[in-house]
């Protein structure tokens, strides 16, 4: 069973900084590819950021040069570090594997204004 828990998410003005933090507890976590996914109100879920099981990065355009995704595979954790942070960024933010399995967690509501 994959149990996904996100948190780190708040109210921060335009240009300011959250990171994200996502525990799992599901097996064989270090084999997985793992991804950073938001939806923001009226929209559809999409895709962030990812890491692989090797490390490699991919991050949607809007968020290139802006975010950083990291893992630690010993406490099963994902992060997003998030800086520049804009209005548009506003979103409930999901960790999950690639592609996604599961049941999604609570997520983390991150709102950008001033």
């Known amino acids: 069973q994959v149990q996904l828990v996100e948190s780190g998410g708040g109210l921060v003005q335009p240009g300011g900084s959250l990171r994200l933090s996502c525990a799992a507890s599901?097996?064989?976590?270090?084999?997985?590819?793992m991804a950073w996914y938001r939806q923001a109100p009226g929209k559809q879920r999409e895709l962030v950021a990812t890491?692989?099981?090797?490390?490699?990065?991919t991050y949607a355009d809007s968020v290139k040069g802006r975010f950083t995704i990291s893992r630690d595979n010993v406490k099963k954790m994902v992060y997003l570090q998030m800086n520049s942070l804009k209005s548009e960024d506003t979103a409930v933010y999901y960790c999950?594997?690639?592609?996604?399995?599961?049941?999604w967690g609570q997520g983390t509501q991150v709102t950008v204004s001033s």
């Open positions: 890491i692989g099981s090797n490390g490699i990065m």
């Open positions: 999950n594997q690639v592609p996604p399995f599961g049941t």
């Open positions: 599901f097996g064989a976590f270090t084999i997985y590819s």
